[in-house]
């Protein structure tokens, strides 16, 4: 179905950055302080959940406000404390992945999210219905973020690719259908109005980071699917050229700070136009969950290094 003559324009436009962020910040532990609780490899596992990988010292023992899925992957990093390595960085790593939390003098905390894709697949090429490695952090809000109630939702954070290199075995055999390495930002919408034939129903919200395939990673709407335990629900990714002004992968520190708002009205009418969420109006949507990082469907060496990761909601009656 042709877009709309709003979603049209909106398509073709930069984000604009807000000019100042303002009110509460709605991620709990930003600064990774309480750690990861880590996942298994697999939801039919007997224990999805194994423990928490603490980093620098957890809070007055509070458990921790993120989860770290690392799904299909073959070696899982294990609970326990990362290792100190000085100068404000905590690291821990094995065959598959390695992750370091790293705290500056001026109170900034980075996130480095690596993994090695060249022993995920030790040499086998994907093939359409397997699963692939993830290395994922995810929050759900204590509180579901009523879009109705809010003036600005603003979603800000720094990011990088240091680097991102296909297994030299891979050559010759990669399918651009089937094989890439690629970061995105998700959010769940949910329509919560009880009573409301689409209420429980959802989407997946997307802005892209980062596509091996793609210089910058352009738009995508599907369902999600490709795996056993994917969720059925429309993906609405946006445009990555509406976000960064440059090539995603060349290395560089690249800033985004925009506000959602404008930006879900126009997921719900994408939506629309697909056949989903039909009797839901924009006031009726709350944000649930949230996740970033890597899935990589291919044998890609890949490393995502992101600093000053905030989501801030300014209410109506503040």
Known sequence: MLMTMVA???ANMMVQTPEKTSGRELFADPAFQRGFVLTAASHPAPKVELGVLETTATSNGA???WRMPQWATRELLEPGRCIDMGAGKWSVENRAKRVMVERSAEGATGLWLEVHGDFEYAAHMRTAGE???HLLIEQRFDKSVFLKDC???TFSMEARIPFCKAAPWSEGKRDPGLHTAQVSAFWTVHNVTKGN???GEMIWFGIPFFDARHPVPPAYYAVDSGKADASGKFICMLDGNRFWKEPTGNG???KLDTDMLPLLREALTLAQERGYLKNTQYEDLAVDTFNLGWEIPGPYDAAFEM????MRGAEKHS
């Open 8 to 10: 049209l324009i909106a």
């Open 63 to 65: 458990a921790p406000a």
């Open 131 to 133: 699963p692939w490695a």
């Open 151 to 153: 003036n600005a939702l």
């Open 197 to 199: 034939p689409d209420c």
């Open 252 to 254: 560089t520190w690249q």
């Open 307 to 310: 600093r000053g990761l905030s």
